[in-house]
């Protein structure tokens, strides 16, 4: 291309008048500050960490994590292996404290009530919040009855209303129109992809208000991962999601917060959006480009 | 390919990206430099070259932007990698750019050369060369060491070489309310001034990609200042 300058004007760049083009808001939460995210107190299922840290017997996973996860959004928790960050996850609905010789100090809070608080049974806290695993676990059951298992013994007695809520459940995890017609038949017969989905089904049914996700994509095909991405996407609508994956551009593409740990603490919590482009620490910035861990 | 190889091969082509970028800027600021000669010293074979030599950074830009293109796509970067490549894409379009003022300029020194009309403001027309020069060089090497503070300093010296074209418009505009004939040589040396500012102007872009690159602030449009104006909290009085 040649000769096509522009010759009008003096003296100025061409910029817009500041009073025509308004600025965006910044969203970019202040340094000192881990918390991120609009202000969702009045939604359940916020989670409040303080503190928190960790050990496997003498080893220290958790180095006093204080972050808060907004509800309705989905947060991502990244770091390289052993970073703590599923020791995170596992810790927010008590999975951990099945280990023997573990133990934890500060605390961790859902909708302003400790998890680790004497007064929380440790099945409803697990109703509440919700978990599905890396490697998809259905029962050896009929389809039906993996969705029915949650209301049954939380006891959702009347048979008709479980109809109800396996349906809803299937529908919300985006696959009931792919198993309606064989409901009887074996989870187990699924493709991995739909036996993942059954297993966000499952934990749909107990009616979760948050629901925690530990690397659910990372053995899946393309395909079977976008749907589970979509998925996230749709119910982050009406639930706190908290996912824990070691692929980044998934964090990137599926996550409204993410959080990066690095050896037991947590370096940097941002909007997605700024982490992945100009996160605020170094540690963070050498992480995603690559250069450690 | 194992992921220690993936990873230098990636930090490969990233160098290769930044040499290109720095051949093509050296590449445009020897184009600005020789239709600047051109003009002043009235050497239409300096004219001819300017124009001929903008053909070559065209294909440099292609060059750079398939790279940069092709690095997005497989590499998938993040963080300051990321920051690095969609910002070298953009100055590969600027330095594009400053390319066609060098060919505009070359272009008024060919039809001021048939004019036979000496009016040139040569020390402001030079003044400005030499500081769009200077900025070009400077925002590049700003770029490429990723130097927040020299990207700022670039932005800065925009506002002399917009005051330089003040300068040229008035002087220009005095020629010819003295003498109408002097009409054609100043619009086309105001046209040749015009496209130096706009090379600063250019170069400003690449300063402010160098801030974003450092500090992953982005400072265009004054957007910096609007947001320290847009955080002032009114106090309560009383």
Sequence with gaps: MTGTAGTSGLGTRDSAPSDQRAAPQSRVPSPQSPVVGPPSAHHPGTIS??????????????????????????????????????????????????????RHTGAIELDGEDVYGAGMNPGSLRQRVGMVFQRWNP??????????????????????????????????????????????????????????????????????????????????????????????????????????????????????????????????????????????????????????? | MSPEIAFRHFHDQLQTLKERLLEMSARAEELIDLAVESLLTRDKEKADAVIGGDRELDMMELECENL?????????????DLRFIISAIKITSDLERVGDHAVNIAQSALRLIALHVEITPTPEIEDMARRARKMLAEALDAFIRADGALGREVCKADDAVDALHDSVFRILLTHMMADARTINPSLELLLVSRNLERVADLATNIGEDAVFLAEGKQIKHHFEEQQRERSVVPQPTG
């Excluded at chain 1, 970073?83 to 951990?96: A, M, Y």
């Excluded at chain 1, 985006?174 to 989870?187: G, Y």
């Excluded at chain 1, 095909?221 to 119910?235: G, R, S």
């Design chain 1, 139 to 293: 029962f050896p059951k009929s389809i039906y009855d993996n969705v029915a298992y949650g209301p049954r013994i939380n006891g959702s007695a009347s048979r008709s209303r479980i109809d109800e809520i396996v349906e809803q459940s299937l529908r919300r995890a985006a696959l009931w129109d792919e198993v309606k017609d064989r409901l009887r038949q074996s989870a187990l017969g699924l493709s991995g992809g739909q036996q993942q989905r059954l297993c966000i089904a499952r934990a749909l049914a107990n009616e979760p208000e948050v629901l925690l996700l530990d690397e659910p994509a990372s053995a899946l095909d393309p395909i079977a991962t976008q749907k589970i991405e979509e998925l996230l996407y749709e119910l982050r609508a009406e639930l706190t999601i908290v996912i824990v994956t070691h692929n980044m551009q998934q964090a990137a593409r599926v996550s409204d917060h993410t959080a990066f740990f690095y050896l037991g603490r947590l370096v940097e919590v941002n909007e997605t959006g700024q982490l992945f482009t100009a996160p605020r620490e170094e540690q963070t910035e050498a992480y995603i480009t690559g250069r450690f861990g």
């Design chain 1, 49 to 102: 960490a303080r503190e928190f840290s960790f050990w496997y017997g003498p080893k220290q996973a958790l180095f006093d994590v204080t972050m808060t996860i907004p509800a309705r959004a989905v947060t991502a928790l990244i770091g390289p292996s052993g970073c703590g960050k599923s020791t995170f996850l596992r810790s927010i609905n008590r999975l951990n404290a099945l280990i023997p010789g573990a």
């Design chain 2, 68 to 80: 940069a293109v092709s690095l997005l796509a497989l590499q998938q970067p993040m963080g300051r």
